[in-house]
């Protein structure tokens, strides 16, 4: 027991000893610091650096003096923009040393804060720096230092970066454009890009388009499908694709089509029994398309747009047309993808069996009657009067027939002035009495005229009434 109570004497007294031989570190109240401690820097790139000061304690004003390697090192800025001590006393770099001095004006702060950012230029391609802070670097409150540390950082040159590739301004590539499935109200289109981009259709019932879909993500292989309610079954759309890649530039194909799914109609053609006519060609003409009937006298046609269409059926007996409608599917149709063909029939006429045909054929025959009769009493009456042209006496009985007597005249009768009465005077009586001269022996009617030596032969005509 006596021993212990020696031993712990003995231990009291050489432990306050120690204790004021080697006192215990004190724990700094404003700590500056580097921030980043380390970062590898290529040549010729920029290496920034923020000086940063972490107080317990308040603090009013700094002094951060840094050194570094000058031959690695260019100095380029020092920047306080952010920083709580706005009013700087000093501030400087180059040579292998920065120098900044700053106050706050508003007052004492805490905390971990930023004093400045210090940037510099990598000028070799290996090996390392080191940053630390030099002496006289502390932090103030109201003129009196604040007791702290400082720790500063290392950093690692390498090569220089490759340089940045030129511009990308030229846009995808566009091929292998198809609309490779339709529906009655959509369609699929697919393409490819010799590089990746987004996938747009627009498409419409002629090239202005209007309408437009887009696919998801970027893509070489492009297939956007789309449906829409303003599209019409059995209907040839116009549509062109575009392509944009990450640079933005934009790619775009060519005009091209597709034709929305439509319906079936079988067009069974029959003569006037009722009986299937195989083999004659049948023209869906709204769609152009062009069918021969089989042995059951039916043609059938894919892909019709609903409405009214015309068919025109070509036989032997002529050229036949008729009307044709093709009816929408309805909603419970389309929901179960049951969708009937439609039917329709036309009936044409064998050859010499359409009552038209008579009709023309009698016509034909009574315009030839008719002309027959027209030129027969053309030739008659050419003849009569070509026969009393020859005729010479009045007695003949063909210049009787024909109504002329030549009369014999003298040859001044001509040059004498023709009396007319004057216009509203009462006409002459027909038959005035004639009055009585001495009869005079009488002459012959077909007696010749005597004309003189050199004169010409006149004749004169006038009518005869008496038969």
């Given amino acids: 027991m006596k021993k212990l109570l020696s031993k712990l004497l003995i231990a009291s007294l050489i432990l306050p000893a120690i204790l004021l031989v080697n006192p215990p570190p004190a724990y700094a109240a404003a700590n500056f610091y580097l921030s980043p401690a380390g970062a590898t820097v290529p040549q010729g790139t920029i290496l920034s650096v923020a000086i940063r000061v972490s107080a317990s304690e308040a603090i009013d004003a700094t002094q951060a003096n840094l050194s570094y390697p000058a031959d690695k090192l260019d100095f380029v800025s020092i920047n306080t923009s952010g920083s709580p001590f706005d009013l700087a006393a000093e501030k400087s770099g180059g040579g292998g040393s920065v120098r900044l001095a700053s106050a706050r004006t508003g007052g004492a702060v805490s905390g971990d804060k930023l004093v400045a950012t210090v940037s510099f230029r990598a000028k070799v391609d290996s090996g390392s720096a080191t940053i630390n802070f030099a002496a006289g670097t502390e932090a103030d409150n109201a003129g009196n230092p604040v007791a702290g540390g400082t720790s500063g950082g290392t950093y690692t040159f390498a090569s220089p970066p ?62 956007v499908t789309f449906t829409s309610e303003l599209l019409i079954p059995g209907v040839t759309y116009h549509f062109r694709v575009k392509s944009a890649d990450a640079a933005g530039n934009v790619g775009t194909g060519g005009d091209a089509n597709f034709k929305t799914s439509g319906y079936t109609i079988n067009v069974k053609v029959v003569d006037q029994k009722g009986e299937p006519v195989k083999g004659v060609e049948v023209t869906l003409a709204s769609e152009i398309q062009k069918e021969k009937t089989d042995k059951e006298g039916i043609a059938t046609f894919k892909d019709v747009a609903p409405g009214k269409h015309l068919v025109t059926v070509a036989s032997k007996g002529g050229l036949v047309s008729s009307t044709v409608e093709v009816k929408e599917a309805t909603e419970k149709e389309i929901a179960l993808g049951k969708i009937v063909p439609q039917s329709a029939e036309v009936k044409i ?81 027909k038959n005035p009495p004639e009055p009585k001269t001495p009869a005079k022996p009488k002459e012959s009617p077909l007696a010749p005229v005597i004309q003189p030596k050199g004169e010409p032969k006149m004749e004169i005509f006038r009518a005869d009434n008496k038969k």
Wanted: a positive charge; proline letters at 13%; aromatic letters at 8%.
């Fill in 162 to 223: 490759p340089p940045p590739p030129p511009p990308d301004t030229t846009a995808p590539k566009i091929t292998d454009v198809k609309a490779t499935e339709s529906s009655l109200k959509g369609a699929t289109i697919e393409w490819k890009t010799d590089e990746a981009a987004s996938s747009t259709v627009e498409y419409g019932l002629n090239t202005k388009y209007g309408l437009s879909a887009e696919g998801a993500g970027s893509t070489k292989d492009h297939k």
């Fill in 349 to 429: 006429t064998p050859p010499g069996t359409d009552p038209l045909w008579y009709v023309a054929a009698l016509l034909a025959v009574l315009i030839v009657i008719l002309v027959g009769v027209a030129v027969f009493f053309v030739w008659k009456e050419w003849q009569e009067q070509r026969g009393g042209k020859k005729g010479g006496s009045s007695t003949d009985p063909k210049n009787k027939k024909l109504g002329f007597i030549p009369i014999p005249l003298k040859a001044d009768i001509l040059s004498k002035p023709i009396s007319l009465p004057p216009f509203g005077s009462p006409p002459k009586p």
